[in-house]
C-alpha cells in the first residue's frame, strides 16, 4: 500500500509505532490472529507495543466514531484487569463529510466477529457486528443527502425508514442489535450473552444492505 493510500488511521498507527520504538519497545502492527491473555481471544489491536516490562494494546479511531465504539469499553476494562497490561485509545480527527464506509472497513469488523464468535466472545462479537451496522446507516444517510455528523445512528435509521430506503424489518433488527449492545455495557454479559445465530444474522443483514446500496449506486 503507498503511502497516499493510507487511511487516516493506518497513517497515525504508524507514527505511534515509530514513537514506541523510539522508547524501546517492539512495536508490531497486526495482520491476523495474535496470542492474547484469556479473556481478550480474538480480539486484534490496531497496534501492539511491549518493552519486557508493559505491554500496551493501542487502537486508533475517529473521534467520532470513538463514542459509538463500545467494544473498546470492553476491551479496556479486560486489559485493566491483566498485570503489567495497558490499553491505549487514540482518538484522530474525523474525516471530513462526505468519505463513506469502505468495503475494507466492513471487512475488517466481519473478520472481528469471527475472531470473537472462534472464541466464544459473541458479546464483543455482537459490539463489532452493531459498530458495522452504524458505518453502513451512516453511508446510506450520507447518500441521502442527511446531515450524518450531527444526527444518532438511531436517527439516521429512523428517517432513512421514513424514506423508504430503509425497511422498516431491517431497521428493527438493528435496532434491537444496538439495544442489546447497550444492555451488555450495563449488565454482566454472561447473562445476556448474545448466541452464535443472532450475531451473524445482523452480519447477514449488514450484507444484504451492502448490496442495495452498491446496486443503487451503480445505477445513479
Known amino acids: 500500500m503507498t503511502k497516499a493510500s493510507l487511511t487516516p488511521e493506518e497513517t497515525k498507527i504508524r507514527a505511534v509505532a515509530r514513537q514506541y520504538r523510539r522508547r524501546g519497545y517492539t512495536a508490531l502492527v497486526p495482520r491476523g490472529p495474535i496470542e492474547l491473555p484469556q479473556g481478550l481471544e480474538g480480539y486484534v489491536p490496531d497496534l501492539i507495543a511491549t518493552n519486557g516490562r508493559e505491554t500496551v494494546l493501542v487502537e486508533v479511531k475517529q473521534s467520532d466514531a470513538v463514542r459509538k465504539a463500545n467494544e473498546l469499553t470492553l476491551v479496556a476494562d479486560r486489559v485493566a484487569r491483566l498485570p503489567g497490561w495497558r490499553f491505549e485509545l487514540i482518538a484522530i480527527a474525523p474525516e471530513p463529510a462526505g468519505r463513506l464506509a469502505t468495503r475494507e472497513q466492513l ?114
Open 107 to 220: 471487512a475488517t469488523l466481519a473478520d472481528k466477529v469471527d475472531r470473537a464468535l472462534a472464541a466464544g466472545l459473541s458479546d464483543m462479537a455482537l459490539d463489532y457486528a452493531a459498530h458495522a451496522a452504524g458505518l453502513l446507516i451512516t453511508e446510506a444517510g450520507r447518500l441521502e443527502g442527511l446531515k450524518v455528523d450531527h444526527m444518532a445512528t438511531r436517527d439516521v435509521a429512523r428517517e432513512l425508514v421514513v424514506r423508504g430506503v430503509l425497511p422498516k424489518p431491517l431497521f428493527e433488527s438493528f435496532d434491537l442489535a444496538w439495544r442489546r449492545r447497550g444492555e451488555l455495557m450495563h449488565l454482566d454479559p454472561t447473562e445476556l450473552a448474545p448466541s452464535s445465530e443472532e450475531v451473524r444474522q445482523v452480519m447477514r443483514l449488514i450484507e444484504n444492505l451492502r448490496a442495495e446500496l452498491d446496486a443503487e449506486s451503480a445505477a445513479a
